[in-house]
């Protein structure tokens, strides 16, 4: 069964930095798309950044320059790093990926930027 795991949320500053993780079982994310997307309460899912298997990362405008996509192979997870967090950055983080038409999401990680 194939299950992701976000990890790596809480509260923190303005300015602050978090790592969020995105931890696979069952699934080998170098071989997929790994994307991320967050949520604040009352807006829409809002696409952040996507690691595809052969490396290459793309983020979204409002992110760029500050949140950062990684992959460690050997441990199947994905990383998110996000630096000079701003309030507006607040929201539930999740990962997702995508195997045979198939896609799995994360149980989500909570973002609280305070300023």
């Known amino acids: 069964q194939v299950q992701l795991m976000e990890s790596g949320g809480g509260l923190v500053q303005v300015g602050g930095s978090l790592r969020l993780s995105c931890t696979a079982s069952?699934?080998?994310?170098?071989?997929?798309?790994v994307t991320w997307y967050r949520q604040a309460p009352g807006k829409e899912r809002e696409w952040v950044g996507v690691i595809v298997s052969g490396g290459v990362r793309k983020y979204a405008d409002s992110v760029k320059g500050r949140f950062a996509i990684s992959r460690d192979n050997d441990l199947n997870t994905v990383f998110l790093q996000m630096n000079s967090l701003k309030p507006e950055d607040t929201a539930m983080y999740y990962c997702?990926?995508?195997?045979?038409?198939?896609?799995?999401w994360g149980q989500g990680t909570q973002v609280t930027v305070s300023s």
């Open positions: 069952s699934i080998v994310l170098s071989t997929n798309a």
């Open positions: 997702k990926t995508s195997r045979r038409d198939r896609e799995y």
